[in-house]
């Protein structure tokens, strides 16, 4: 596509219910980064994928977080039993090589109540 | 490891005026990449300007110009002739020539006044 695309956009969920938060990379872009950004917090790395394999989980928070990327190209990130202190906003972004800089999506809000 | 500070939460500035953010960085790497990037309302990261540390000459893209200055790690944003439009959180970022991940500052956030 033109652009990374993530949905759903808002999502509002229940303490304790999995959520799957989806990115749809730019075509041809192999590298896909996770990151999560929370108020007051800056930005925090969780996984880079290349291809779709993931040399670098090691910003996942706990393991009630996962990730996926198949086919070389969407990519999901799940969160099991989801906390409070889960909520913020998530953003996806590829790259078609490194050092470039990356083209960001415009995040998905995640609310958990 | 890499940080990277930004040592201004909330700046303004009048349309048509210049405006500079600072940022700090610390790297053990011998080479690397620095990024500021523009987060409007919308929430989508946009990317500004990119500078290789190899390269003395300082990045320029239009109205935004940095100022790199390698020996004391500072890597500060100059927003020329600042439009409404402009308004939004800036970030700092470095990223290692070996990596792969960026290190983010925790903002900047520009407001731009008639």
């Known amino acids: 596509g033109a652009g990374v695309s993530q949905s759903p956009s808002n999502k509002v969920t229940e303490k304790g219910k999995d959520v799957e938060l989806r990115c749809d990379p730019i075509?041809?872009?192999?590298?896909l980064y996770w990151y999560r950004q929370s108020l007051g917090q800056g930005l925090e790395f969780l996984i880079y994928?290349?291809?779709?394999?993931?040399?670098?989980k090691s910003g996942l928070p706990s393991d009630r977080f996962s990730a996926e990327r198949t086919g070389g190209s969407v990519s999901t990130l799940t969160i099991q039993r989801t906390q409070q202190e889960d909520s913020a906003v998530y953003l996806c972004?590829?790259?078609?090589?490194?050092?470039?800089?990356?083209?960001f999506g415009s995040g998905t809000r995640l609310t958990v109540v | 490891a890499q940080t990277v500070t930004q040592s201004q939460p909330e700046m303004s500035v009048q349309e048509a005026e210049t405006v500079t953010l600072s940022c700090t960085y610390d790297?053990?790497?011998?080479?690397?990449?620095l990024f500021w990037y523009k987060q409007p309302p919308s929430r989508q990261m946009i990317l500004v300007i990119r500078?290789?540390?190899?390269?003395?000459q300082n990045a320029t893209e239009n109205r935004f110009s940095v100022n790199f200055q390698k020996a004391a790690k500072s890597f500060s944003l100059k927003i020329s002739d600042s439009q409404l439009g402009d308004t939004a959180m800036y970030f700092c970022?470095?990223?290692?020539?070996?990596?792969?991940?960026?290190?983010f500052g925790k903002g900047t956030s520009l407001l731009v006044t008639p």
């Open positions: 972004a590829s790259s078609l090589a490194e050092n470039y800089g990356y083209t």
């Open positions: 075509s041809g872009h192999t590298a």
């Open positions: 994928f290349q291809g779709n394999s993931a040399p670098d």
């Open positions: 790297t053990s790497e011998s080479n690397y990449y």
């Open positions: 500078q290789e540390a190899y390269k003395q």
């Open positions: 970022a470095s990223e290692a020539n070996s990596g792969y991940a960026l290190n």
